[in-house]
């Protein structure tokens, strides 16, 4: 099983509706996860970190993080054609924060 | 400038060369980290490093070797590079104390290297 998943996609959402992106991760003692936007052939930057149970809102974002199903999401509202980009979910490790753990992230298309 | 910086930015070699690809950061940052990224397989690390003499591997680091030369220095070496290194390379630096969270990633433009 692979330590953190994220359907593939494309997902393709029309312009204005709320884009919904999941992750699932497997170690039970992950403490900190974090949802990077990357467009093509750029690097990856970050949009939300999330620490606790429950959504934490930025703007048009929102995470979503559930510790006992082990899923984390990010919705977007009023998705813009500029929010077309590939979403990668991140995931520390263990109790130490040694290392953070990508999936392989869903790409996203918002059509005008 | 750009905070966290890397060279080359495009590379271009045959099988069997040794190639060094160079990270360096003005973020004050202590960890820095080197991933590949390969299409439908996300980011993957390589080496990472909380300071100067201390250095991990990561989940993938056979074939490769890092240098910390100074905290805002950081690079990845191919000793003999295969066409299956094929891919596109980040530096990202990371501080606990961080405003943005614990362990929050900054990544550095990034290097295709192209082995063949």
């Known amino acids: 099983q692979k330590e953190v998943e994220q359907n593939s996609g494309p997902l393709s959402v029309p312009e204005g509706a709320i884009a919904s992106l999941n992750c699932t991760y497997s170690?039970?003692?992950?403490?900190?996860f974090f949802w990077y936007r990357q467009y093509s052939g750029k690097s990856p930057e970050l949009i939300m970190s999330i620490y606790s149970n429950g959504d934490k809102e930025d703007g048009r974002f929102t995470a979503q993080l559930n510790k006992a199903s082990q899923y984390v999401s990010l919705l977007i509202r009023d998705s813009q054609p500029s929010d077309s980009a590939t979403y990668l979910c991140?995931?520390?490790?263990?109790?130490?924060?040694?290392?953070?753990?990508f999936g392989p992230g869903t790409s996203l298309s918002v059509i005008p | 400038d750009a905070d966290v910086t890397q060279t080359p930015r495009n590379r271009i070699t045959k099988t069997g060369k040794r190639i060094m690809l160079e990270c360096s950061q003005t973020k004050g940052h202590d960890r820095m980290y080197w991933y590949r990224q390969d299409p439908g397989l996300g980011l993957r690390l390589i080496y990472y490093s909380f300071d100067v003499k201390d250095i991990n591997k990561g989940e993938i680091s056979d074939g490769y070797s890092v240098s910390r030369q100074a905290q805002a220095k950081f690079s990845l070496s191919l000793e003999s590079a295969i066409p299956n290194q094929t891919a596109l390379y980040f530096c990202?630096?990371?501080?606990?104390?961080?405003?943005?969270?614990?362990?929050?990633?900054?990544f550095g433009p990034g290097t295709r290297l192209t082995v063949l």
């Open positions: 990202a630096t990371s501080d606990l104390t961080g405003t943005s969270g614990m362990d929050t990633q900054y």
């Open positions: 991140a995931v520390t490790t263990g109790t130490s924060y040694d290392k953070v753990i």
């Open positions: 170690d039970r003692v992950s403490q900190s």
